[in-house]
């Protein structure tokens, strides 16, 4: 089994006025390199501070991250910018396009970050864009956007996709669309996924679920009946 992350006794404090909230709470676990994980707690548990402090958008305040022997809780703000363009994917619930390019120079912005890049008219054709390269996002259903979105993420060849509330601006038709997307990228590409999301059916189609609860891992298990993303219900 190989690690691709090690996150040891992680903690976060935000500011609250004068007192100090406890957003993450001495969070340990293991991400396998390869595989799909589900994020799941009530709203304000923690869920996208975790994802954003392994995505190095935040720093925590104790304990370590480490991404391949590298702790990134030590690393200067050059050097998180460096892992987050060689190592990390984002898709986000609102899709963060850059409205005066198209499709396709939103995705070759990302193209560009890295040595490795996948190529752009396989990604257009593999997410079936390759019609809307031209459109600019405000010329895109939701759908089209989100799979926009998730092109732009993996134009770099990123080792990690995280993924916050992906399909939380989607219908239901569209969210298993995107979900199809998600699950066959991490079958071609090996991608490993973290996706936060409200949507507990997406527990059924990741290799683990993570459920954090008041800033602490409440649970944390392996999923043995994997139904594949076309067949969830909600």
């Known amino acids: 089994m190989s690690h691709l992350i090690e996150v040891k006794n992680i903690n976060k404090f935000y500011n609250a006025g004068e007192n100090k909230v406890q957003v993450l709470n001495d969070i340990s676990l293991d991400i396998e390199e390869g595989k799909m994980y589900s994020i799941v707690g009530p709203s304000g548990s923690g869920k996208s501070t ?29 050097e998180l910018v460096d892992y987050r363009q060689k190592y ?62 998730i092109a732009r993420a993996l134009a770099k060849n990123p080792k990690l996709l995280l993924c916050d509330e992906p399909t939380g601006a989607l219908d239901y038709k569209t969210s298993k669309d995107i979900l199809v997307i998600l699950e066959r990228i991490n079958q071609v590409h090996g991608t490993t996924m973290l996706i936060v999301t409200h949507n507990l059916a997406i527990q059924d189609m990741t ?25 969830l219900e909600w």
């Open 207 to 231: 290799h683990y679920s993570i459920k954090i609860r008041d800033g602490k891992l409440d649970n944390f298990v392996e999923n043995d009946n994997i139904i594949p993303a076309e067949r």
């Open 50 to 78: 975790f994802l954003n402090v392994i995505g190095a958008l935040d720093r925590a305040d104790s304990g370590s991250i480490i991404i391949d022997g590298k702790d990134i809780t030590k690393l200067s703000q050059k």
């Open 88 to 149: 990390l994917g984002f898709i986000f619930q609102f899709y963060n396009l850059l409205p005066d390019l198209t499709v396709r120079e939103n995705i070759q912005v990302c193209e560009n970050l890295t040595d490795h890049p996948l190529n752009v008219d396989d990604l257009l054709k593999e997410l079936d864009l390759k019609a809307h390269e031209n459109k600019f996002p405000s010329q895109l259903s939701g759908g089209q956007q989100q799979r926009c979105s």
